[in-house]
């Protein structure tokens, strides 16, 4: 029966029959039981015990102290007892027993007291403390009794001194701060009482290192590891008696905390010496957010966003008023007699279906290389932006493609052979890229958003699952270092730990939903033009293809769903789902651009979709493998060159190009040609600018990548995309001024909102409120107040100027030429 008695009393979670906490409490247990019978050995003396009172006594194998304390407690105040002993002995091979015996609990230690710190190693301290709680009372006043039993199985006297104190201080008052000392073998903890009216309060400013040794705190309840500062916030509902104990326990090494390991092994005096630490601390329990505080952040939020809405539908509404204004006034000029018109149709100025455009023109309307260079030599003005009216549109139509497939249109040999002639020469326009039926670019371009949207969903729905289970790990656990937030800013909602972080990721939702909305009514408008044969529509501006603008505004979405996934638990291993559609953003974005001006040859959704994965692929590697491996960051350093020379060399020769040995030949060819034999420039000046500076900055990534070996492999890869989009970005605005194009209002306008909204975006970015490339309790140096509405930190001003920033980009991207829309393809230039 003892025995059983022993096994219930101790059996805790996380210990085992088998543990040596299990085997001390067990001890304890027993030799108290053992002392109240006389026929155990030895000598037992009892003594009525006095607090605030020094006992030097000795303690050998055959007597046994027996201390009784008795107090009067309070209902209406609570109180601590503290228990400090201190041996007289270095020695660890006959430790003393101290077992305190109080009305509902019993707790007992060694002295000296052993703790282990990392690979095992054994720290001794002779001077221990713990704290007694107070057990709670019904009755106004109550006379409580414990005993410390002090015992040894030393033959050896061995001489001591105990000290029992009351604790006044034992509860922490709201916004109060309260100062202590702590070490290893003298833990402290205290009380909170949640006030009427506080169901939320947040324990904070404590330093690195009941259960309240360093083998059982995290037992039970929230824990985590601190250095200099962190915070803990805590709700009531996880508390049925409305109160909780802080708990401060001194790790025996800095490595828990992300210290230096010491050498090791250490003697057993540098063992003694590196365990006699001590931390001075400051505790200040506070009360949280209110839920108005939660109802303010969350209409702020909704303000802010429906406020884009409303701008756009006014916006939406000038312009359509401008639109009807311009059509009035076409209405009002004469109309053409059916003579006139049978004429115009002879000649091949009107349009005979709404799906031929961009053909080149029999009578070779088209630019030639030579006609250029005479218009530029003799000084004759703009070369790219060349306005002429429509009733001096003089281009030839071909016939419309019988087949709507793009692979019968490609794997022709005549037309095989005609795309050598057109696309190699000097001056390309976009009427010589602008040549396929537009039925079949429409579906080439629509699977990118079909194709995106099938990824969104089976991407998603595992992360969703996976940040739940994190989520509730923390939960159960109480392990808060499992998840890198900011403590100081982290506000729950539910079974949410940081409720904000995930709110403020609404806007890359309701702005990816606004540009979806705008691209579709662009959409209606372009097709309506179409169906009643607008000319400016069929023959003029920049071929317009809807598909990628779809795909982005969805990559828009699904960018704020993954970033609140990962904001749910934010930690080294899911930090992948952050920047996963930030890459596809950028891709997307670049292949916008590109095909502006090159229609006909931009890539399919499955090669484009298929190099973001290997991009993503690449992204899991490096989290894996990519921290301090040479190997890796060798192999992708040279995939990163590769890549960059084979599509500079795509981009070159506008696909006009295949294999390997071809590819070499070309280099080779190119490198004798124009550097060797002519000592010329290259036949593609603006392109080999764009190419040669686009090298240069992959190449310097790439040996960046190799020398430093950043940790963060994510965001280095997408610093890669970044500058590559901005790169192209900057290339496309100047060649447009270059050629005599303008920007007109709205886009400038966009442009220059967007970089300045980029710019505090960036700002705020770079704040560092946590970081999981450190330790959690290093991570916590970094955490800081809220700034905004006492609800929102620096990261979710940046989730608000980012999506707000990425919004921007995308319309400026929308709209930066709107003023070709009248200007005939075959004046509007390649570049």
Sequence with gaps: MVKRSCWKSRHKPGSTPGSAGFRTGLVALCLWLCATHS????????????FDVNYNDTVTSDIQTIYAFNHTVLRNKTEGVRVSVYVQANGTESPILFVVRQKQAVVSFQVPLILRGLYQRKYPYTHVGRTLCQPPTRAATETQFFFVDVSTLSSVGTHYQLRVSRVDSFTLQTDTKFSFIATPSQPQFFKYVFPEGVDTVIVKDILCPVYDLDNNVAFIGMYQTMTKTAAITVQRKDFLSNSFYVVVVVKTEDEACGGPLRFYPLRTDELIDAGNRSKVLDVVVSPAI???VYVMGMLFCLGVFLSFYIITFLVACVENKRMHR???GLLNTPAMSPAETASLLGKGLVPTSPYEYGSLADNGSTLSSEAITDSIASGEGNYGYMERSMDHVGRGRQESLSSVEEDDYDTLADID????????KKFLCVS????????ILSKKYQIYFWNISTIAVFYALPVIQLVIT?????????NQDICYYNFLCAHPLGALSAFNNILSNLGYVMLGLLFLLIVLQRDIIHNRALVRNDLAALECGIPKHFGLFYAMGTALMMEGLLSACYHVCPNYTNFQFDTSFMYMIAGLCMLKLYQKRHPDINASAYTAYACLAAVIFFSVLGVVFGKGNTVFWIVFSVIHILATMLLSTQLYYMGRWSGVCVFLRRVLHVIYTDCIRQCSGPMYMDRMVLLVMGNIVNWSLAAYGLIERPNDFASYLLAIAICNLLLYFAFYIIMKLRSGERIQCLALVCILFTAVVWGFALFFFFQGLSTWQKTPAESREHNRECILLSFFDDHDIWHFLSSIAMFGSFLVLLTMDDDLDNVQRDKIFVF
């Design 470 to 478: 994190y989520q509730t790990v923390v939960n159960v656990t109480g």
């Design 39 to 50: 026929e155990c050995a030895g000598k037992i003396v009892q003594k009525d015990a006095e």
């Design 290 to 292: 209110n839920s108005e």
């Design 432 to 439: 010589d890229l602008a040549r396929k039926d537009k039925r």
């Design 417 to 424: 052979s005609d795309k050598n002639i057109v696309r190699t």
């Design 326 to 328: 311009g059509r009035d």
